[in-house]
T-cell receptor, first 116, second 112 residues
Framework: GAVVSQHPSRVICKSGTSVKIECRSL??????MFWYRQFPKQSLMLMAT?????????EQGVEKDKFLINHASLTLSTLTVTSAHPEDSSFYIC????????????FGPGTRLTVL | GENVEQHPSTLSVQEGDSAVIKCTYS??????FPWYKQELGKGPQLIID?????GEKKDQRIAVTLNKTAKHFSLHITETQPEDSAVYFC???????????FGSGTQLTVLP
């Protein structure tokens, strides 16, 4: 299947700092990328959907000024957690949907964020 | 919006036995039904998917069946192995929607 990479895989930061997570589709072009958050033993919670070159669409309850999403190209999307607090600690997973006829959605390996 | 229910939440089977996980959905316009496997600390991995114009799809030990009339689809794993132990998520996408709606997940444990 197609490959989606995510970097970093794990990050620890101090409260108040900002953290950027990168998501890349390595072998296909993704017109749509998604960012999810997952708490332990729970399902995936969609945070936002982004299309290349346009503003992201955020789900209800997700602060767009806190979780900045940029989808600058067909293979790269970034999520920046601004002014991070301990309650932002979570597993963040990106996903990319291929732009071809199969429109399959592939997931990255996830980023474990710990805010001290 | 779409509502997806997944059962059971946990499933333990003996190695070599079969495992079945079922999902129901609410929107009859839904037309894409993938299954993902998630191992601890990793992202979900697509293992099989089916579209609404097909009733069954098989890939080696894994199969998915779809009943559009009843609005449910199931994942079947035969000859289970310990490495099949993971959390499995079903998902549904309505034709015009961009995003998937996920089930709550099933923790499958294959006992050696």
């Amino acid at each position: 299947g197609a490959v989606v990479s995510q970097h970093p895989s794990r990050v620890i930061c101090k409260s108040g700092t900002s953290v950027k997570i990168e998501c890349r589709s390595l072998d296909f072009q993704a017109t749509t990328m998604f960012w999810y958050r997952q708490f332990p033993k729970q399902s995936l919670m969609l945070m936002a959907t982004s299309n290349e070159g346009s503003k992201a669409t955020y789900e209800q309850g997700v602060e767009k000024d806190k979780f900045l999403i940029n989808h600058a190209s067909l293979t790269l999307s970034t999520l920046t957690v601004t002014s991070a607090h301990p309650e932002d600690s979570s597993f963040y997973i990106c996903s990319a949907r291929s732009s071809g006829t199969t429109d399959t959605q592939y997931f990255g390996p996830g980023t474990r964020l710990t805010v001290l | 919006g779409e509502n997806v229910e997944q059962h059971p939440s946990t499933l333990s089977v003996q190695e070599g036995d079969s495992a079945v996980i079922k999902c129901t959905y609410s929107d009859s316009a839904s037309n894409y039904f993938p299954w993902y496997k998630q191992e601890l600390g990793k992202g979900p991995q697509l293992i099989i998917d089916i579209r609404s114009n097909v009733g069954e799809k098989k890939d080696q030990r894994i199969a998915v069946t779809l009943n559009k009339t009843a609005k449910h689809f199931s994942l079947h794993i035969t000859e289970t192995q310990p490495e099949d132990s993971a959390v499995y998520f079903c998902a549904v996408r309505e034709g015009s929607a961009r995003q998937l709606t996920f089930g709550s997940g099933t923790q499958l444990t294959v006992l050696p």
